[in-house]
């Protein structure tokens, strides 16, 4: 099975001259998505993993299915003003304005070993954020997960002292 055929390009969305890939189509695919959270979970299941942080929010899907296979913690990376105790915050760009991320104060200890997840990986604003969150925290990232990669958009950049794994990419669209 082909993921990229699973998911949904959608033109101009939500600005002129973005192409949203939209994997809510991936989601509901019960085949693609068993395949993209079996591909996580083979990938990091030998690999002694304390955590898993996920992004707001469809990497809350993927990160929350890894976590549970793996039987480890997962920890919610949300937008501004969504997390109910002491946070630490991330203001960051993307392709259509600014955004800011919140973690949790003691959502991961120093030195835990954590996969990010995320369901894309576009110019690198949101997981730049998340990286810089839990590298405060102490933690060591192990690698930065993604379904989909848009390597034109040159996301990589923004994390470049990690490693990324994505499951499949979207080029030169």
């Known amino acids: 099975m082909d993921l990229k055929e699973t998911i949904r390009s ?10 949203f890939r939209d994997l809510t189509t991936l989601m509901q695919n019960p085949q693609a998505f068993q ?9 990091y299941k030998d690999m002694k993993i304390d ?5 707001d929010a469809r990497g809350f899907v993927f ?19 969504k997390l109910p105790w002491k946070t630490i915050q991330e203001t960051y760009s993307l392709e259509y304005g600014e955004d800011t991320l919140e973690i949790h104060e003691d959502a991961v200890e120093k030195c835990e070993k954590v996969i990010i997840v995320d369901d894309l ?19 060591d990232i192990i690698e930065c997960a993604f379904v989909v990669e848009l390597p034109d958009l040159k996301g990589r ?14 080029e030169g669209e």
Do not use: H, M
């Open 121 to 139: 990986i576009a110019t690198g604003g949101t997981i730049g954020a998340t990286v810089k969150l839990v590298k405060k925290l102490g933690a």
């Open 10 to 19: 959608i033109p101009d969305w939500p600005i002129k001259g973005v192409i």
């Open 157 to 170: 950049d923004q994390i470049q002292d990690c490693k990324v794994f994505a499951i499949t990419e979207f």
């Open 63 to 81: 990160g929350a299915v890894l976590a549970y296979k793996l039987g480890i913690g997962f920890v919610p990376v949300r937008k501004k003003g």
């Open 51 to 55: 955590k898993i942080v996920g992004i």
């Open 35 to 43: 395949k993209s959270c079996n591909v996580l979970y083979e990938r």
